[in-house]
Nanobody
Framework: QVQLVESGGGLVQAGGSLRLSCVVS????????MGWFRQAPGKEREFVAS????????YYADSVKGRFTISRENAKSTVYLRMNSLHPEDTAVYYC????????????????WGQGTLVTVSS
């Protein structure tokens, strides 16, 4: 059974940066396309970014394009989300997601979720 464990969340001032990490265990990491989603209080879980099996394809939500960067290190079974120029509206629980058959884009279709890591951006 595959498991996803996120880390790297915390409190940061607006304009600051954070890097989230998600370590995958239990199955071959390279067989999964990976993604990041987030859920703010009272809102639905939304797509943030995703990356293909080899890292050659990346996709971003318009709200984070140019500020966030998703990457993966298959040798470490880890996917990252580098977040720059953070805004208070980026405050949310960030979830790592994995799918074997397609690149993650829709929350309801996700095969495996991590437990989430909280990011709080103060103004």
């Amino acid at each position: 059974q595959v498991q996803l464990v996120e880390s790297g969340g915390g409190l940061v001032q607006a304009g600051g940066s954070l890097r989230l990490s998600c370590v995958v265990s239990g199955r071959t990491f390279s067989s999964y396309a990976m993604g990041w989603f987030r859920q703010a209080p009272g809102k639905e879980r939304e797509f943030v970014a995703s990356i293909g099996w080899t890292g050659g394809m990346t996709y971003y939500a318009d709200s984070v394009k140019g500020r966030f960067t998703i990457s993966r290190e298959n040798a470490k079974s880890t996917v990252y989300l580098r977040m720059n120029s953070l805004h208070p509206e980026d405050t949310a629980v960030y979830y790592c997601a994995a799918e074997r058959g397609r690149i993650p884009s829709v929350a309801r279709d996700i095969e495996v979720w991590g437990q989430g890591t909280l990011v709080t951006v103060s103004s």
